[in-house]
């Protein structure tokens, strides 16, 4: 067993999480998703059917958890609202042809799907609310939030949503679409 930060731990993530942690490291950044967000990520995105879509705003953590997870023939797409972070990661998926890189409003990765998961590691802006990310989602379809407040998720009419803690201060919330 290993605990949280040790070198351990660290040597054991896929080495383009370990990339991505390590340039938002040397930009003083951090907001990036822990290993247990993304160890959860990467398990519902192998999960998930179809393509993926990470509307992270950082520096890529959350986008290589969700790579690690997808099959082969599947497809990634990510948005940055930074164009400063966005230039700065590219880097790091020059080598995987599966993934898209757009740098804008989160709503212009939406018109890329239908999506089988849409991570969403930050509160939504105005311009993303529930119902354009569940119209994004195939019947099925998973979202899932870190940092997100609990309304109007849980209770939305179209989702079948649950709070799942990762540990006594930190809770994902993972919803499907019902229909």
Not at 139 to 162: F, I, Q, T, Y
Request: charged letters at 25%; proline letters at 4%.
């Amino acid at each position: 067993m290993t605990t949280r930060g040790n070198r351990r731990e660290r040597s054991e993530l896929p080495l383009v999480v370990a990339l991505a942690q390590r340039l938002a490291f040397l930009h003083g950044f951090e907001e990036s998703c822990d290993a247990r967000v993304g160890r959860v990520l990467r398990t519902f995105t192998a999960l998930a059917r179809g393509k993926a879509l990470d509307l992270g705003t950082g520096f890529g953590v959350s986008a290589a958890w969700m790579l690690d997870g997808l099959g082969s023939g599947r497809r990634l797409v990510r948005v940055d609202v930074e164009p400063e972070r966005h230039e700065r990661v590219q880097s790091l998926f020059v080598p995987y042809a599966n993934v898209t890189l757009l740098c804008g409003a989160r709503r212009d990765g939406l018109a890329h799907g239908p999506f089988g998961i849409v991570f969403l590691g930050a509160e939504p802006e105005q311009d993303v609310g529930p119902d354009a990310l569940i119209d994004a989602l195939h019947v099925g379809g998973l979202v899932v939030l870190d940092r997100a407040r609990r309304c109007p998720w849980l209770r939305h009419p179209r989702l079948a949503a649950s709070e799942v803690a990762l540990s006594d201060d930190h809770a994902l919330i993972v919803a499907t679409r019902a229909w």
